[in-house]
């Protein structure tokens, strides 16, 4: 069974698009900070200094696969990932604008309407963006503007720091046939969600933990891996002490794109702390591995131990 996991994770398209992701930021790096950048690109966002604070802005884009056959989970799922992002930083989000392009009518309303839902639902505001009606090919992508007073880093996880997985496992699968999903947002007030997810700006403005990161397209064990990796650090990961609903298997569990899903790094005198406010929101919180100083994601289940990636070889993103 481990050796299937190993195998299917290490093929999975979420985790293989974005090993040229590096290509990119490399690039850019010059142009990254001019004074008053605190974190460039290869966080969940980035952060400028602003004041007693900082200011937060991340950007995604949607598979182009996900938008086509679903657009209204699409345009929903826009939104999600941005505040994702943000609140993963320990921030709040402020507002949004998008990009579409793609001038078919029913698409289209699809795409808003699902858009829509998602700021309704979170109370984040889209205040602009760009619409290319005449563009040959569909897509979408959203840029979230945040504010934080204390930064969690994908980059600042310590060795011997406690991994925290955090997962709303009240809800159910997302219906997608493009992506695995799970939502446990369509069914939330926004008034519960909102309360969930300020269980992130609490840990950070409580110093309760030094690094995090969003469950995105990479799944779990992918995402704890790319938060490893960008600290320059190894894991140890047990797979069976790893959240799950009932009636999902897991191996689709451990490729899941869910709607709520962190993954934290925090020292073991306030793991449990972090542990307390995200059960006391009713979200499923637990200690599933160590910070290591090894360079590599190695990974345990059913008594027995197999390497994921091997980071002193290879990269996820490479960043």
Known sequence: MLEKIVS????YEGITRKQRISEVVETLRTV?????TVLGPGDDSGALKDGDGYLLLAADGIWPKFLRKEPYAAGKAAVVVGANDIYAMGGRPLAMVNVVAGGEKDWLKEVLRGMEEGCQRLRVPM??????PEADECSLSVATLGRAT????????????????ALDLRGKPGGSRAVKSWDAF????PGELRYRLEALVSIAENKLARAAKDVSNPGILGSISTLLESSKKGGYIEIERIPRPKGVTLREWLKVFPSYGFVLSARSQDSS???QIFRERGVAAEVVGTVTDAQKIELSYQSKKAVLFDLSR???IGI
């Open 8 to 11: 299917e994770i290490r093929g």
């Open 32 to 36: 990254a900070d001019f004074g008053s």
């Open 127 to 132: 205040v602009g963006g760009h619409f290319h």
């Open 150 to 165: 204390n930064l969690l880093k994908s980059i600042s996880a310590e060795v011997g720091e406690e991994l925290i997985l």
């Open 186 to 189: 369509s069914d939330t007030s």
């Open 273 to 275: 702390r972090c542990l």
């Open 314 to 316: 290879e990269g996820i």
